[in-house]
T-cell receptor, first 114, second 113 residues
Framework: DSGVTQTPKHLITATGQRVTLRCSPR?????VYWYQQSLDQGLQFLIQYYNGEERAKGNILERFSAQQFPDLHSELNLSSLELGDSALYFC?????????????FGEGSWLTVV | GENVEQHPSTLSVQEGDSAVIKCTYSDSASNYFPWYKQELGKGPQLIID?????GEKKDQRIAVTLNKTAKHFSLHITETQPEDSAVYFCAASRQTGANNLFFGTGTRLTVIP
């Protein structure tokens, strides 16, 4: 158990809908990351937050947004969902936000869009 | 941006044999290289990492080697056990700036009892 908690574990929703994925980082970690894992794209970095502020942005679609709250938990909002958004979404955390910090992954939220 | 290539995509070994997974990277500024193990239905778990100031690191049956000149690094698992069966990912990131990991495409390791 990495200490990173994600909810929900599984989610099935229809195209066009909006969902929110929630993440609690390891105790004491200030930085949160979101990654998407799909069969054809592998593990793709979406976005990083550090102590409430956006730190880096990767291949995140404009239909997706995220935030990190004062208590350091994070939410990833996915809107106008398409079939191709079906994937495993991982939250991860690290003690600090700088490069080279060890990143610990949660168990993932499996999203199925039908 | 960084491009990490990983080989082989699948690997089957007999229990007790060694397994080697290789990765190459493109960005010469990368100098942090973690390896993750992902079991079915679970998130990636860090198993070992190496930074560019060392060429080799070992932790029990697992070792990682790094050749910065050639831009490649490898994972070595000795005395493999059935519980080593999983998908292994290599990754690379810079030591400065944002902390985004660039992952390889994964290697599915099967250890045959």
């Amino acid at each position: 158990d990495s200490g990173v908690t994600q909810t929900p574990k599984h989610l099935i929703t229809a195209t066009g809908q909006r969902v929110t994925l929630r993440c609690s980082p390891r105790s004491g970690d200030l930085s949160v990351y979101w990654y998407q894992q799909s069969l054809d794209q592998g593990l793709q970095f979406l976005i990083q937050y550090y102590n409430g502020e956006e730190r880096a942005k990767g291949n995140i679609l404009e239909r997706f947004s995220a935030q990190q709250f004062p208590d350091l938990h994070s939410e990833l909002n996915l809107s106008s969902l398409e079939l191709g958004d079906s994937a495993l979404y991982f939250c991860a955390s690290s003690p600090q936000g700088g490069a080279g910090n060890t990143i610990y992954f949660g168990e993932g939220s499996w999203l199925t869009v039908v | 941006g960084e491009n990490v290539e990983q080989h082989p995509s699948t690997l089957s070994v007999q229990e007790g044999d060694s397994a080697v997974i290789k990765c190459t990277y493109s960005d010469s500024a990368s100098n942090y290289f973690p390896w993750y193990k992902q079991e079915l239905g679970k998130g990636p778990q860090l198993i070992i990492d190496i930074r560019s100031n060392v060429g080799e690191k070992k932790d029990q049956r697992i070792a990682v080697t790094l050749n910065k000149t050639a831009k490649h690094f490898s994972l070595h698992i000795t005395e493999t056990q059935p519980e080593d069966s999983a998908v292994y990912f290599c990754a690379a990131s810079r030591q400065t700036g944002a902390n985004n990991l660039f992952f390889g495409t994964g290697t599915r390791l099967t250890v045959i009892p």
